[in-house]
């Protein structure tokens, strides 16, 4: 994080669809079972990079280092109700009540890990339970996957019931080209009726200056223009080099050059997922 501006200025009501909070430790501990143990990035150091950026909606997406204590994300979320939402993540330990809680509290879906270094698949028949408590919810399914399991998973993925959104591009590898089969799968399932992509993720499929991640993402924008969002990813977890979201803000006219792409991508189909008025 440098401090600096981007030079891309972000629309009224931009979004912010994929960030996290980080303890502080003290008072939300992270989880005994974590794959890896961040610095602390509390609700203040987010609503301090949303105002360097000029975000003013954010979605704050509950990381595994929490697992399924999902207290800092709803604290965060109620220090400005109107403007942020939540992704939760929970088990079939969560009865009914438990998840109306947290839909109170601003949660409006679900997210399920796939990704092997922490921690690798959930069972299924979890995730299909889990499914059935929150679809009454208009919650969505939230899937975070390694590239080489996108096809392995298109029959779980193409029969969901309720409305998905796939992280960080599917973390394709850029340097595998836009032919390579995960990303073919990728484009084939971003076509569907109940799909979301989130085109984020430069800093975690290409290296700085981040060019090699454009033709991706303006190919998912492409294939589904209306369901299609943006994130930060702030603050980078388990990220093999500093990435400064200024630089990842100004990625956006390259992989969105319309500025009513870009406004769809901000502003219009987040706002939309997440019910913000």
């Known amino acids: 994080m440098s401090g600096r501006r981007p030079a891309f200025q972000l629309p009224a009501d931009a979004c912010d669809a994929h960030c996290h909070v980080f303890g502080p430790a003290a008072t939300f501990p992270y989880a005994p079972e974590r794959r890896y143990t961040p610095a602390d990035a509390p609700k203040q150091a987010l609503a301090a990079l949303h105002q360097r950026l000029g975000v003013t909606r954010a979605i704050i997406v509950q990381a595994s280092c929490h697992g399924r204590d999902n207290r800092a994300m709803l604290d965060a979320i109620a220090a400005d109700p109107a403007r942020r939402r939540g992704v939760a993540i929970v088990d079939d330990t969560f009865d009914e009540v438990a998840l109306a809680g947290l839909h109170e509290g601003g949660v ?40 080489a399991d996108i096809e392995a998973l298109m029959g779980f993925i193409t029969a969901l ?79 093999d080099h500093p990435a400064d979201e200024a630089d990842l803000v100004d990625l956006i006219p390259a992989i969105a050059p319309e500025p009513v792409a870009q406004r769809r991508l901000l502003v219009d189909n987040p706002a939309q997922l997440y019910g913000f008025s």
């Open 108 to 147: 409006r879906g679900v997210r399920f890990n796939f990704v092997r270094h922490l921690g690798g698949a959930p069972d299924l028949a979890i995730v299909r339970s889990v499914l059935e408590r929150v679809r009454g919810l208009g919650w969505h399914l939230v899937l975070h996957l390694d590239a």
């Open 161 to 239: 019931p309720l409305p998905f959104v796939i992280d960080h591009m599917g973390r394709v590898p850029s340097a595998a080209g836009l032919g390579q089969a995960p990303f073919r799968a990728l484009l084939e399932v971003a076509r569907r009726d109940n799909c979301w992509i989130k085109v984020c993720g430069a800093e975690r499929i290409s290296r700085p200056p981040y060019a090699a991640a454009v033709p991706f993402a303006r190919a998912l924008i492409e294939a589904s223009p209306m369901r299609v969002l943006w994130g930060s990813d702030f603050p980078h977890p388990n990220l």
